[in-house]
Every structure is written in C-alpha cells, then in structure tokens.
C-alpha cells in the first residue's frame, strides 16, 4: 500500500511539473490533447462563459469577462501549488516519515499540513520529521517549492507585458479605423487626405503585431481570454478589421500597396488558423453574410476615393475567396471567447466612438467639420 502510495505521489508530482513548466516556461505551443491546464481551462471557460450568457446587459458582461483571464490564471496557480503540497504529503506518508513532536506518530492532515508549511518556506517548527527519508523530502519540498515561486513571479511581468503590448496597438487603431474598427472606417479616413501611401508602412506595422501576438498567445494561450481594456474593442476584432482591408488590395489594389497586403494577410491569417487549433475549435462560417453583394459598389467607391486607380466588379469574386480563408476561424473564435465582430462599417460614423473626437458631429452633421473643430481644440491645448 505505502508503495503504490508513493508511485502515486511521485506520478502527481511529475504530472504537474511538467505541465507547469510547458504552461510557464516552454517557449512554444504544446500540441498534446491530455493535460492539466488544458482542462481546467476548458472546464472554466464553460461554466464561466455560460454565467456570462446569461447577463442580458452587453457592458455588464464583457466587465465580468474582464477579471477572468487575470483571475483564471492566479486560480490555476494555486492549483498547481495544491497538488504540489498534496503530493508532497503522500510522499511523506508513504515513506512513514513518523512526522510529529517527540516521535509521535499522526494522521494524513498532519503530514499535509506539514508539508504545505515546508512548501512555502514557513518553518513553523512544530511538526518536524522523524526519519532521514522525510528529511530528504522536506528538503526537496521546499527547494521545489522556493523555485515554483520564484519562476511563477518572474514570469508574471512577461505575460503582462505580452498582454499590454498587443494593446497599445489596438488602442492606436481606434484613430485610424473607429472603435470597433472597421475596414470601410479606415479607408473613409484615409480617403480624406488622399493617404494611400501611408497604408503601407501601416500594414506593416500591423504585419509585425500578428506575428508578436502569435508568438505571445501561442505560448501563452489563456492570453486570449484577457480583454481589452476599452469598450468596443478587441485582439479579435483588430485582426478581422486588419484582414478585411488586406483582402480588399489584395483584391482590388496594386504595386506596392498590394503586395503589403499580401505579407500582412498571410501572417494574420495564419495567426487566427493557429490559434483555432490551439484552442481546438473548427472553422465555422458566418451564419450571414458580413459584405453583401449590394454593399460591393459602395467599398469599390471608398478604394476609389483612397487613391486605388482601377476598381472593376471582376475582383469581387477575389475578394469572396479571400474572405472565405479567414471569416470561419474568426468566427469560431468569436463564438468561443464571446467576443463580437465588428462589420465592414459602411454607413459613415459607425466605426466612431462616441467618446473619440473623430465622433463629434458638429450642428451640421458635418463629420469633416468635426475633425477640424477637434483640430483646433488640440492646437488651442484643450485637448
């Protein structure tokens, strides 16, 4: 019996090790179905996004989603340290480390209790070991334990700094594309000023984003379940709005703009395909059609007025292949993490943010007007 205990202990100890350290520490995606934080993850998330179901308010349930991401990971946390001083405690009781004061043999809690003060590095001194093979174990303990504390606080920084700077971005494409962003969005506001060149060095920066967030999130995947910070944006939505206005110069565009849009394209795509997997969900289309083909003259108008020198109906096929490569994983994970996508935002002003000053209307309706009052405002330091 104390030794199938101990096999036991030893199998539980190994099992939650190693998937801390691929949780925590391995530097790239772990592709294996069984394991630990995959589990209490996918059970968490469903009893935790069936409550958010049930909230009616949209506001109230995207705040209650906000504390899940921070707080699903202190949980497993503490998770992991449980099963550590668990295991530890069946050690010592497997081994008959005859924990206790004057010799004394005690009970399971005793051991467990013991062993929970051993992990933290508490040294109580009320319950010491018996024997040479609990001291052996209680100094492995807590060398285990003083370095599972150390490498989870240290790491800490770095998963937040993954996380605040796939924000900083989303929070710099609110000027240019709304909020939620939106492709029409970002063309009307770059069509203004005739701005076509600067879509270039703007998609390659956005190039760079999917690969740093692909890089972060699959390595760290539960970063998905952290929200963003503002209303009416997301990771999410940023990557949809991103691929609709690639998809539309790969579609309709040429030269150089074009051909970022290809590069852009290829990585964010592949960065939605990636995560799917990782999250093991299937691509499922959109139960309705996001661009119909009425809308298609009015965003062959808004490329026209970007600069865009030729835009003919042939390409409108093109653009329905394009859509058909990514719209499922966006989709998929909209379903999943609850997470709404934004439209192609063709009626003016629905990619602004009430509280942006691109959303200020004037008394006339003006929104052209708006921009130049908030011109002057930022002149006069009132903003």
């Known amino acids: 019996m104390h030794i199938f205990i101990a096999i036991l202990s030893f199998a539980l100890l190994l099992i939650v090790l190693w998937d801390a350290f691929e949780t925590v520490i391995l530097p790239r995606r772990v592709t294996r179905s069984y394991r630990l934080a995959r589990l209490y993850y996918r059970n ?66 005793t051991d467990l209790y013991f062993s929970g003060t051993t992990f933290f590095t508490l040294g109580m001194g009320d319950v010491v070991p018996g024997t040479m093979h609990g001291r052996v174990i209680s100094v492995a303990e807590a060398g285990t334990g003083f370095g599972f504390l150390a490498i989870i606080i240290s790491y800490l920084p770095t998963m937040y700094g993954a996380f605040s700077q796939r924000e900083t971005n989303i929070s710099l494409l609110d000027a240019r594309a709304g909020s939620p962003p939106t492709a029409a969005e970002l063309l009307r506001r770059h069509g203004r000023q005739r701005s076509l060149n600067d879509l270039g060095p703007f998609l390659h920066d956005w190039e760079t984003w999917s690969a740093q967030l692909m890089e972060s999130h699959l390595t760290y995947p539960f970063l998905c379940f952290f929200r963003s910070q503002h209303d009416n944006q997301s ?149």
Not at 85 to 95: D, Y
Not at 249 to 271: C, D, M, N, P, V
Not at 303 to 324: A, F, M, T, W, Y
Not at 334 to 358: D, F, H, N, Q, T
């Open 44 to 109: 968490a998330w469903r009893i935790s996004s069936a409550l958010a179901r049930a909230i009616p308010s949209a506001k109230l349930r995207d705040a209650y989603l906000g504390y899940y991401g921070p707080l699903s990971l202190l949980v497993l946390f503490g998770l992991w340290a449980g099963a550590l001083i668990f295991g530890f405690a069946m050690l010592h009781w497997a081994a008959g480390s005859i924990v206790g004061v004057a010799g004394r043999a005690v009970r399971f809690r």
């Open 235 to 383: 990771w999410l939505a940023a990557f949809t709005a991103i691929l609709d206005v690639c998809s539309l110069f790969i579609a309709y565009g040429e030269g150089e703009s074009k051909w970022q849009a290809q590069l852009t394209f290829a990585i964010s795509r592949h960065a939605v395909v990636d995560l799917s997997q990782v999250l093991k969900v299937k691509p499922v289309p959109f139960s309705y059609d996001r661009l119909p083909a009425a809308d298609l003259p009015k965003v062959r108008s808004l490329l026209i007025d970007c600069g865009v020198p030729r835009c003919s109906e042939d390409s409108d096929l093109k653009l329905k292949e394009l859509r058909g490569m990514y719209e499922p994983y966006v989709n998929t994970l909209s379903k999943l993490l609850l997470i709404s996508i934004p439209s192609w935002g063709l009626e003016p002003g629905a990619g602004a943010s009430p509280r942006s000053v691109w959303g200020r209307v004037s008394s006339k309706g003006s929104l052209q007007e708006s921009q130049s009052g908030a011109a002057h405002e930022i002149e006069s330091g009132h903003l």
